[in-house]
């Protein structure tokens, strides 16, 4: 049996934007071209241009030219910006979509989890549609029933596992549909950043249950944002770029490369463009962050002063239990510092709507000389996430004279580097 699960070859994937499709057109849009279509066929033949070309009949490469192998056995991440082509690419390998160029080649049954509720029927109840994506996958239906109780009680729905999965909420829907996927054995596992649909929690225990499902042999293809989540899953990262690959290779070099890379996010437009990505919520919307020192904007900092992290965002709807905050982590995904805009509360507040700022001091010489990342995010305490995987911002630390000054050549080790008081006394 060949080493290798999944091969794709030269593959390129076009889509058709901004030009109406055959078949589509509402009748207003019928009428409509019906009155000016001779104005425009004139218009056109006077300026040479040859009737039935449209300005607005462009194309785009979602994929251009993607060659890569993948081994049995082996945890791959697909990282990038949005719109790079990484959704693109899943679909084409869980033959949802077909590549206008190149082949994929695919050996072994495939389990895909890539946007809440694909591959469910909205009128089957979720014991049916467990069954229904057992049978797809080719199980027999006695496999299926050993898994059964185990995908139930991983998806927390026993109570609604009757229920047709039309009345689920979007936490429902993807707890159940990560259980059917991660569960029936595929020995190919997809999975998109659909997880940042669900809670806190449950993102934990997906993230550990794709961890066991590796250390089982099986294959995976890890789409996400959460550098943390790449580093700690992957053996292996391709890094995806206006649908080419531009880097691929061990894990750590690639996800230092896309942060060092994408450092700009401190820039008003680039982080704009981030912000507006996110998915939305009903009760919370994330409008800027700043990163300051000593009142100058900026993500390179030094670590003899306080770094201000001011977060602005818009409570939409009265709430109980947002929490806005954001993690500092380590050039290895290692979460240093965890701190919530509410640590000091005591009791769990209600948030009015209105626009808010919270602002964060990270002390002076707390930091050590190198690269961090501070991803920023809000969450209903026990409920949902507001962010998805949130937004990540390099935090590039350089040495002030405040700490080591005798010793400049010395290399820091540590993680952090805060100024701790010694005292030292010759004993009599």
């Not at 596992?161 to 936490?171: E, N, R």
């Not at 595929?186 to 249950?209: M, N, R, W």
């Not at 060092?260 to 990505?277: G, K």
Request: hydrophobic residues 40%; aromatic residues 6%; glycine residues 10%.
């Amino acid at each position: 049996m060949s080493s290798i699960a999944i091969r794709v070859e030269n593959l390129s994937k076009q889509y058709r934007i901004g030009g109406q499709q055959k078949g589509y057109k509402t009748l207003r849009d019928t009428l409509t071209e019906t009155l000016i279509s001779p104005f425009r066929r004139a218009g056109g033949l006077l300026r040479g241009q040859p009737y039935g070309a449209s300005k607005l009949d462009e194309t785009i490469w979602a994929l251009k030219d993607v060659s890569f192998e993948i081994k049995r056995g082996e945890v791959v991440g697909i990282i990038g910006r949005n719109g790079a082509g990484k959704t693109t690419l899943l679909k084409i390998l869980s033959r949802i979509s077909e590549p206008t160029e190149g082949q994929a080649e695919i050996r072994g049954r495939v389990g895909s989890l890539l946007e809440v509720g694909t591959g469910f029927h909205p009128e089957l109840t979720g014991r049916e549609n467990i069954y229904l994506n057992g049978a797809i996958l080719g199980m027999k239906k006695a496999e299926i029933e050993r898994k059964f109780d185990e995908m139930v009680d991983f998806a927390e729905i026993e109570r609604f596992i009757d229920t047709p999965v039309k009345h689920y909420s979007s936490g429902m829907y993807v707890r159940l549909a990560f259980a059917v996927a991660a569960h029936l054995e595929p020995e190919i596992l997809l999975v998109d950043e659909v997880l940042s649909v669900g809670d806190a929690a449950f993102q934990k225990k997906c993230l550990g249950k794709m961890g066991s499902v590796a250390q089982e042999g099986r294959t995976i293809l890890f789409v996400s944002h959460n550098m943390i989540a790449v580093r700690n899953l992957c053996s292996r990262a391709i890094w995806l770029q206006d649908g080419f690959i531009l880097h691929s290779g061990a894990t750590s070099g690639v996800v230092d490369s896309y942060l060092r890379e994408n450092s700009r996010t401190e820039s008003i437009d680039a982080m704009a463009t981030i912000i507006r990505s996110l998915p939305s919520d009903p009760a919370f919307r994330l409008d800027s962050v700043d990163i300051r020192q000593d009142g100058r904007p900026g993500n390179v900092v030094v670590n003899g002063q306080p770094v201000e992290v001011a977060i602005q965002y818009s409570v939409l709807q009265r709430t109980t239990g947002l929490r806005v905050y954001f993690d500092l982590c380590d050039d290895h995904g290692n979460i240093l510092i965890r701190t919530f805009h509410d640590d000091d509360a005591n009791a769990i507040p209600t948030v009015d709507p209105g626009d808010y700022e919270s602002t964060a001091v990270i002390p002076a010489n707390l930091l050590s000389p190198r690269t961090y990342e501070l991803r920023i995010r809000a969450t209903i305490f026990n409920v949902r996430t507001c962010t998805g995987d949130g937004i990540g911002i390099l935090l590039q630390v350089e040495a002030s004279s405040g700490i080591n000054r005798g010793y400049p050549q010395d290399v820091i080790r540590s993680a952090l580097q805060p100024k701790i008081p010694w005292r030292t006394r010759k004993k009599a």
